[in-house]
């Protein structure tokens, strides 16, 4: 089977614009759940979605946002980009959604705002 | 609050000797609790989990809810063993949010 695909490997952009990510899960898997990795802040939940429903969201601004598809690709979408959303986005996905899931990450997005 | 904590940013030891990563978490409930862990120039991956009981590539780790504790053990340390090594917690109703640890590197010299 083939892994969690991220694209692009590496964005960057300026501060104000927006920027969309996408990952591709595992086939069958319907659970994607995205986290951000920073030096200063560790690897932090951002949102996580479950056939097509957004299921749990973390502690970030309204600027950040996602979506699921039907096939249970995912996107993540922020706007108005700041200097402090330079990062790593990892997306994960699982067969299903419940505590002890295992969850398959993918190589991540490293964005980078100028 | 969930909270995940890993005192250790670095642990250095020598091949063939004990290693023991730490993990201590704070959470109301019963966690489930989870080892990730990333090779250089690899992806982010389990490890191990809590729920499972398992002992994967040698290492295991117990559940010590007195303590609230989960810490990495492995007997003999081997050089692919270097690493980064998270600790995770999933809360009951959170689905696959996960709480990580700041991660502990992992060196084992020979």
């Known amino acids: 089977k083939a892994g969690v695909t991220q694209t692009p490997r590496y964005l960057i952009k300026t501060r104000g614009q927006q920027v969309t990510l996408s990952c591709s899960p595992i086939?069958?898997?319907?659970?994607v759940s995205w986290y951000q990795q920073t030096p200063g802040q560790g690897l932090q939940f951002l949102f996580e979605?479950?056939?097509?429903?957004?299921?749990n969201k973390g502690n970030f601004p309204g600027r950040f946002s996602g979506r699921q598809f039907s096939n249970s690709r995912s996107e993540m979408n922020v706007s108005t980009l700041e200097l402090g959303d330079s990062a790593l986005y990892l997306c994960?996905?699982?067969?299903?959604?419940?505590?002890?899931?295992?969850?398959?990450f993918g190589s991540g997005t490293q964005l980078s705002v100028l | 609050a969930q909270r995940v904590t890993q005192p250790e940013k670095l642990l250095s030891v020598f091949k063939g000797a004990p290693v023991e990563l730490k993990c201590n978490y704070s959470?109301?409930?019963?966690?489930?609790l989870f080892w990730y862990v990333q090779y250089s120039r690899q992806r982010l991956q389990l490890l191990l989990r809590?729920?499972s009981r398992e002992s994967i590539k040698g290492f295991t780790a117990d559940l010590n809810k007195g303590e609230t504790s989960f810490h990495l053990k492995k007997p003999f340390a081997q050089e692919e063993d270097s690493a980064m090594y998270y600790c995770?917690?999933?809360?009951?109703?959170?689905?696959?949010?996960?709480?990580f640890g700041a991660g502990t590197i992992l060196r084992v010299k020979s």
């Open positions: 994960a996905s699982s067969f299903a959604q419940g505590a002890g899931e295992k969850l398959f």
């Open positions: 086939s069958g898997h319907r659970s």
């Open positions: 979605y479950f056939s097509e429903t957004q299921r």
């Open positions: 959470y109301s409930g019963s966690p489930e």
């Open positions: 809590h729920i």
């Open positions: 995770a917690l999933s809360g009951a109703g959170g689905g696959n949010k996960l709480v």
